[in-house]
């Protein structure tokens, strides 16, 4: 009744009603009662603040969500402390691609809406800036390239440039009033006859004036590759659309030129059809272009992994 009545006085105010007549009429309406639901459920913030918010700015929710940003940095309504065991499902996952090196990391938080501040996204990127410390401080390997995971607790006593990882999480926590996961990196070193293909889905415009090699998205891609000698192909090109392929047809396994294609359900990378071209299977396509892949990583935001099962059971 009321969102109705609401509608009906907008739609009936003159467009170039006095500014002091139009904050009059609708400060007397109630906040729309769907709005505050959705407001709360995005933001996380209290009835009262949110119902406050609605009111203060005529039922915009964008504005509405920008000032209880603010305040709750402001005022710290919300404390670390107080987050206990909320959900923290959204997110980002950040590419970091340096030289002969790249990370991926994944960082969640409770709303979509926090994901876009520049605060978590700072977090984010030193999230990955420490796991590429950590990756070179690794002993070298017999193996050809190099690959490792890190998960939860062992990111909490890796160092940033002037704390620990886990301080600099709960400030950003306290700060911007949501819980907060470093859930898990994954990084990558070739040595100078490989390369690693990098791609980031749904990129988000990076709000703090990142990195230049830093890319921020809900998926995330790095496949490493080994051409041969006289291979010509523009590598840094095919090394996106390989990762492009692994996050829009998440292959679970690498397989082998051999492998025959299913159909569907193919969950073997070389015997997938290719995601830009399908009349082709990845294996197909890499052959021209004299081009081996050898393994892949594969973050999307959100899911479901091994370490958070075995967490959980
Ligand atoms: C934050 O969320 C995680 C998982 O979603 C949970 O295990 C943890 O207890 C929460 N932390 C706080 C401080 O509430
Ligand atoms: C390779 O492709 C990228 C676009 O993905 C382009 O910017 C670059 O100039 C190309 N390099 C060469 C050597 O053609």
């Not at 009835?47 to 603010?70: G, H, P, Y």
Request: proline share 3%; aromatic share 6%; with cysteine.
């Amino acid at each position: 009744m009321m969102a109705l009545l609401s509608v009906v006085l907008r739609l009936k105010l003159p467009s170039r009603q006095p500014a002091g007549l139009f904050h009059t009429c609708t400060r007397l309406l109630a906040a729309d009662k769907e709005l505050l639901v959705k407001l709360r459920k995005k933001t996380g913030y209290s009835f009262i603040n949110c119902k406050k918010a609605l009111e203060k700015f005529s039922n915009d929710v964008k504005q509405a969500e920008t000032w209880l940003n603010e305040q709750a940095q402001k005022e710290g309504w919300s404390k670390a402390s107080k987050l206990q065991g909320r959900k923290t499902a959204e997110g980002l996952i950040g590419l970091l691609h340096e030289g002969n090196t790249a990370v991926l990391v994944e960082v969640n938080c409770e709303t979509d809406f926090v994901a876009r501040n520049v605060k978590f996204q700072q977090l984010v990127q030193q999230v990955a800036v420490s796991t590429l410390k950590h990756s070179q401080s690794i002993e070298k390997s017999q193996s050809p390239y190099m690959k490792g995971f890190l998960a939860g607790a062992e990111f909490l006593h890796m160092k940033t440039e002037d704390s620990l990882l886990k301080d600099l999480l709960a400030v950003t926590i306290a700060k911007l009033g949501e819980n907060m996961t470093m859930k898990r990196a994954a990084w990558v070193t070739v040595p100078s006859n490989m390369f690693i293909g990098s791609y980031v889905h749904g990129s988000l415009p990076a709000e703090l004036p990142s990195l230049a090699n830093m890319a921020f998205g809900k998926y995330g891609a790095v496949v490493i590759c080994e051409p041969d000698v006289n291979c010509n192909s523009n590598l840094s090109e095919l090394g996106r659309r390989l990762g492009q392929h692994v996050v829009g047809m998440s292959p679970s396994a690498l397989g082998s030129l051999e492998d025959e294609n299913t159909g569907e359900t193919e969950t073997r990378m070389l015997a997938q059809s290719f995601l830009l071209e399908p009349s082709l299977t990845v294996g197909q396509y890499l052959l021209p272009h004299q081009v081996q892949v050898l393994d892949f990583v594969r973050f999307a935001c959100g899911e479901e992994t091994q370490s958070t099962e075995s967490n959980n059971s």
